[in-house]
C-alpha cells in the first residue's frame, strides 16, 4: 500500500496565503457591499424627510454626500454598523490613507450618520463629536443602559429644516423630540459642555 505524499512546505505556505487571501477578499466585499445599502438607505431616507441630496464626482472627496437642509449645505459621510458589542452597536469613523487608519479632522466633514442596519436606526453625529475619534459605541432603541450619544439618536433637526415636504411616514422626524423647537446649529449640552454643529456652506440667493 502506497503512501500518502506529504505535500511540500512551499506549496502548504502557497495554499495558506491562497485562502487568508481568499477569506480577505470576501470580507472586503462583505464590507463594501454593507456600505453600499447603508448609503442606498440614506439616500431613501433623507429624501423622504425632505432633504435635497447630491453626490461628488470621483472618489477623492471624504464625504459620501452633501445634503441642503435650512440654507446651508453639509458635507455628509454615511457609516453603517452591523456588529454589536456588550448590547451596543460597535461602528468604525476612521478612514484609511497610505495603509494606515487616520481619525477624521474637523476641516474633512460636517457629520458622520451612523446607520444601524439590523434596527433601521440612525445618529446624526456632527464633526465635533466625530474628529480625533476611531470609533463609537451606539445604542439601539430600547438600550436600558447608559447612552451617551443619545442626543444624536434620529437628530435630523440638526441638518437644518428640509427643502420639501416629508413622506406622510417620516413627518415630524426633522423636529426636536417633546415638541420643543430647536436651532439647528445648536446642540444639547453634554459632558463637554455646549457644542454648536459645524457653520456648514451658506447658499447664496443665486443659488437657492
Not at 184 to 204: D, M, Y
Amino acid at each position: 500500500m502506497r503512501k500518502a505524499k506529504a505535500a511540500s512546505p512551499r506549496r502548504t505556505r502557497a495554499s495558506r496565503e491562497n485562502s487568508a487571501r481568499k477569506a480577505a477578499q470576501a470580507r472586503g466585499l462583505g464590507i463594501t457591499r454593507r456600505g453600499d445599502l447603508g448609503e442606498v438607505a440614506f439616500v431613501h431616507k433623507a429624501m423622504s424627510l425632505g432633504y435635497v441630496v447630491a453626490k461628488p464626482y470621483g472618489q477623492m472627496h471624504r464625504y459620501d454626500f452633501m445634503v441642503e437642509g435650512g440654507k446651508k449645505l453639509w458635507r455628509v459621510q454615511v457609516k453603517t454598523s452591523t456588529c454589536m458589542r456588550d448590547g451596543r452597536y460597535q461602528l468604525c469613523v476612521q478612514r484609511i490613507t497610505h495603509r494606515r487608519t487616520v481619525a477624521y479632522k474637523k476641516s474633512e466633514l460636517d457629520f458622520v450618520l451612523a446607520y444601524l442596519m439590523p434596527v433601521k436606526t440612525w445618529y446624526i453625529l456632527p464633526i465635533s463629536v466625530v474628529a480625533g475619534r476611531r470609533s463609537f459605541l451606539l445604542a439601539p432603541p430600547g438600550f436600558r443602559g447608559k447612552n451617551s450619544w443619545a442626543e444624536y439618536l434620529e437628530a435630523w433637526h440638526l441638518l437644518g429644516k428640509p427643502h420639501g415636504p416629508a413622506e406622510p411616514m417620516y413627518r415630524g422626524h426633522s423636529q426636536p423630540r417633546g415638541g420643543a423647537r430647536m436651532q439647528p446649529t445648536t446642540q444639547a449640552v453634554g459632558k463637554r459642555g455646549k457644542q454648536q454643529a459645524p457653520a456648514g456652506r451658506k447658499i447664496s440667493s443665486s443659488e437657492s
